[in-house]
């Protein structure tokens, strides 16, 4: 049974509640007044209720057990019923069943339940600092087991909402120490193990704890895999020498093996990459970028200890991609980067026909129609050399050159059938969606519940709108108003006021001043009924949003939007106007004296007018490039993430690349990072 709706009215809720209490008072009238092995096999039976998510059905038990068990079982039932309509989102049956429910003078194990049942509600919605000052520390006596470990958990779980892994760990690791379920031990390891990887590179360097900590060894454990994520041997020695400092450390057993075979995949390198790119039409400029980059990072290797891959670039399109695809494979490359356009990379993800891993630059479309067959002769291979010249690692092939006159290639017209195809796909793209999603995702953190959207009236507008209002109702939020912008500053001054429900408010005035038949004096009020701004715009059309907020008298609410509203130069005249407005970035244009300054320094002296016009696609570029050794370890690790100058990239299921992105904030005209709140030990 799914759970219950938070959106859900008072009214319901009450009657919810009337329901359950009545029901388990008249099921409890036959029943006996002390504790039964009947008691107990229903008490059972409402704890199957609640691990199979019924959560409606163990709330009704839990209170039949309430109405017929003495206290102090009777208010402990009673607090595990709270608890399943928590869990259920029924919050409001939930508390006002937690304020009948009194449980002063009782032992320590009900006093402590109640604590932590509270603060799960404060949890549900989203007030973590509520819910750890409802976790008290001290209860003058020992714990039960159960209320122990309970209260353990939450309070971690406090910590982790409210942005502070630090403190969540830690209250973890001292978890382990009162588990014994290995289960349940390994469950917890694997949490610690996410918390630390999450971590920021700069709050991770700034924690420093002396071994033994067992907290510390987790955390340089981190940094070690980090560190050497591109060097196995060094890494397994560095890791050697931890287990010295921290021997029986818990991540011993299971997470530093998986960390070693994580590392082992990401020294898996290609010898032979082809990068399919537009070379003409409307995604020329935008390729010419991603191209740069990607080969600033391949430069980078030629100067390392080992040979770097031969590089081999084609023109792709929709309509040459198959033809393109099989020459590269004809001329040895053992992974593809590529294809950019959306079109070209549906049809690689619609396809089970690939022959070598790939890392496509775009995301398919989910709704696009199945590609046709591909004709008989492209489902074909042309021959090709085992290597191409070592002199030349880099190879532009021209659309128009004859298969035949591939480098490295033998020379002869003989066709083969394909190997059998690989399921080698991986999805990377800038997703203004994903883009979205994250400032939903990091309002919502902030602790605001409603929001107002405004976007441009344009097939752009309405994805990067979709996505936050999905994303935000996903987490319990309401979207208010949404109001769409045209492209005339009185458009965008109408929509700002119709959002605010100016007009509104200046309609009532006008109705009653006719009522009155005189004059008044009056100030028109914006809408009272939301916390946050969520603003889809680009560079110039943020510039007149943000006053146009300010003037309709929501300068106090803040603003939320994506990396679109910087144009990624400082320009503090133009850019003053957005001061407040939050946003999401790449570190390699939030924070360029950290994100490879020497990097960008030879980008900007070899491309200057790319890199002025094109910064982000050309990290792109980069990313593009260091990412392909490190796609099989962040599939066996989807919690170790790989630290790129785009965002902190990790693989979900469908191997799909997601970046984790740095905020900023607007001030005196600069986007300056957003200072994390974390504290340190």
């Given amino acids: 049974m799914p759970p219950f709706s938070r959106v859900g009215h008072r009214a319901y809720a009450g009657r919810l509640l009337a329901f359950l209490l ?13 504790v039964t092995d ?9 704890r199957a209720y609640f691990s199979s998510h019924d959560y409606r059905a163990a709330a009704h038990a839990y209170l039949r057990l309430a109405a017929s068990a003495p206290s102090p079982k009777a208010e402990e039932y009673r607090l595990r019923a709270a608890e399943a309509l928590i869990a259920g989102q029924a919050l409001d049956p939930a508390r006002a069943l937690l304020k009948e429910t009194k449980v002063a003078g009782l032992p320590v194990g009900v006093r402590a339940r109640k604590d932590i049942v509270m603060a799960q509600l404060a949890l549900a919605e989203n007030r973590p600092q509520d819910a750890l000052a409802q976790l008290r520390t001290n209860y003058g006596e020992a714990l039960p087991t159960p209320e122990d ?5 939450t309070r971690a779980q406090a910590y982790a909402q409210a942005a502070n892994p630090i403190e969540a760990a830690r209250e973890r690791v001292a ?3 009162v588990l014994m379920d290995e289960e349940a031990i390994e469950a917890n390891r694997q949490a610690i193990w996410a918390l630390v990887n999450s971590l920021q590179p700069a709050i991770l360097e700034a924690v420093s704890l002396p071994p033994p900590d067992t907290l510390g060894g987790w955390l340089e454990l981190v940094a070690i895999g980090r560190q050497y994520a591109r060097d196995y041997r060094t890494a397994s020695a560095a890791i050697d020498q931890w287990r010295l400092r921290y021997p029986g450390h818990p991540a011993a057993q299971r997470v530093v093996p998986e960390l070693l075979d994580g590392l082992r995949y990401g020294v898996t390198r290609p010898r032979h990459i082809a990068l399919l ?22 430069f980078q290797d030629v100067n390392g200890e080992e040979p770097p891959p031969i590089l081999s670039i084609y023109s792709a399109s929709p309509e040459n991609l198959w033809t393109v695809y099989q020459e590269a494979v004809g001329a040895g490359a053992d992974f593809v980067v590529g294809p950019l356009d959306k079109a070209s990379v549906t049809l690689l993800a619609r396809t089970e026909r690939l022959q070598l891993p790939t890392l496509a630059l775009n995301k398919a479309a989910a709704d696009d129609p199945l590609p046709a067959e591909m004709p008989a002769q492209e489902q074909e291979v042309l021959p090709g050399a085992e290597t191409a010249s070592q002199t030349l690692p880099i190879v532009r092939v021209s659309q128009e050159t004859p298969s035949a006159g591939l480098p490295g290639q033998m020379g002869t017209n003989t066709m083969r059938p394909a190997p059998a195809p690989t399921k080698g796909l991986y999805q990377f793209a800038l997703s203004p969606e994903d883009e979205a999603t994250q400032a939903a995702e990091r309002a919502w953190l902030d602790g605001h519940t409603r929001a107002a959207v405004i976007a441009p009236d344009s097939e752009w507008g309405e994805r990067v709108a979709g996505a936050f209002r999905d994303a935000w109702e996903t987490r319990g939020g309401i979207v208010v108003a949404t109001q769409a912008y045209g492209k005339s500053d009185q458009d965008i001054a109408g929509a700002v006021k119709r959002l605010m429900n100016i007009d509104q408010s200046e309609q009532r005035a006008r109705q009653l001043i006719a009522q009155l038949g005189k004059r008044i004096e009056y100030e028109p009020r914006r809408r009272q009924d939301v916390d946050l701004v969520f603003m889809a715009a680009f560079a110039r059309q943020a510039r007149q949003l943000r006053p146009q907020l300010k003037f309709y008298r929501a300068s106090d609410l803040p603003v939320y939007a994506t990396s679109h509203v910087y144009s990624g130069k400082s320009s503090p005249r133009q850019d003053r106007d957005l001061d407040g407005v939050m946003f999401g970035d790449m ?9 490879e300054p020497a990097l960008q320094q030879a980008i900007q002296q070899s491309w200057a007018d790319t890199a002025a016009t094109y910064n982000r696609l050309v990290a792109f570029g980069v990313d593009a490039y260091r990412l392909i050794p490190h796609l099989r370890r962040l599939q066996v690790q989807p919690y170790a993430p790989f630290e790129g100058v785009t965002g902190s990239i990790v693989l979900d299921d469908s191997n799909r690349v997601s970046r984790a992105l740095e905020w900023a904030q607007f001030r005196r005209g600069r986007a300056q990072p957003l200072e994390t709140d974390i504290p340190f030990p």
């Fill in 22 to 34: 009545v029901t388990a008072v008249l099921s409890a009238c036959v029943a006996p007044s002390v």
């Fill in 38 to 46: 009947e008691m107990r096999a229903a008490e059972e039976t409402a």
């Fill in 149 to 153: 470990q309970l209260l353990r958990r």
């Fill in 175 to 177: 978890l382990e120490l």
């Fill in 277 to 298: 790119l537009p070379q003409e039409g409307r995604f020329a400029q935008a390729a010419s970028a991603v191209e740069d980059g990607f080969i600033a990072a391949w």
């Fill in 587 to 595: 570190p390699w244009v939030i924070s360029p004296d950290v994100a």
